[in-house]
Structures are given as C-alpha cells and as structure tokens.
C-alpha cells in the first residue's frame, strides 16, 4: 500500500521559512517526486520537482526561494525547504510520485498523491 504522509506547515509572517517533509511508503522510490500546491480558488499548480539523482525543477515563482531535497536511504523522504515566503504562497501543499522515471512538471505525471498540508502566509 503506498502512502505518501506530508508534514511541517503552518502560519508564518511574510519573509518567513517552513520546511515541508513528505515521507513515502510502498512505492519505488527511484521515481522523481513533486511538491504541488492549491491557492484558494485556483488551480493546482507545479511547485518543485526532484529526480534519483538529486535534480531539481522549480516553477519560475519560487525559484532562488524554494529548495527540494530527498532521502534515499531507510526513511525515504522528500523536502522543501521555503523561505522569503509571500502571501501569494499560502495554499495546500501536496507530495506526489511520478508515475515514471521521466521528471515532469504536469501534474497528471504523478501517480501518488499525500493528502496535503496547509500554508498560510500572513502579511
């Protein structure tokens, strides 16, 4: 059975940091892993991608903000590490396995979705 189980959001001030985590079971880690996310009123929307390899993809909005990390040892876990955080950041954050080896910033690439954690940014 895989679960993807993310953690680590909250309330922040603008020009704050969070860290999100995202811990998978039951699937093949090898696969690159995202972090999407969901404003109000909007649709979900590519945030960051990382392959095997530790390559990353970032959407032009949270470029030089945002960093995705993942460990591929015993807990295997994906990161994103947020900082300069805005208001226009605040949504749902959501983990997601791709559903191959080919790093893709389209969300029906992902196979296994995390139910999502909230960030809200406060002006």
């Known amino acids: 059975q895989v679960q993807l189980v993310e953690s680590g959001g909250g309330t922040v001030q603008a020009g704050g940091s969070l860290r999100l985590s995202c811990v998978a079971s039951g699937l093949t880690f090898t696969y690159p892993m995202g972090w999407f996310r969901r404003a109000p009123g909007k649709e979900r929307e590519f945030v960051a991608v990382i392959d095997w390899s530790g390559a990353a993809t970032y959407a032009d909005s949270v470029k030089d903000r945002f960093t995705i990390s993942r460990d591929n040892a015993k807990n295997t876990a994906v990161y994103l590490q947020m900082n300069s955080l805005k208001p226009d950041d605040t949504a749902v954050y959501y983990c997601?396995?791709?559903?191959?080896?080919?790093?893709?910033?389209?969300?029906?690439?992902?196979?296994?979705w995390g139910q999502g954690t909230q960030v809200t940014v406060s002006s």
């Open positions: 997601a396995a791709a559903r191959t080896i080919r790093t893709s910033t389209d969300d029906e690439s992902y196979k296994y």
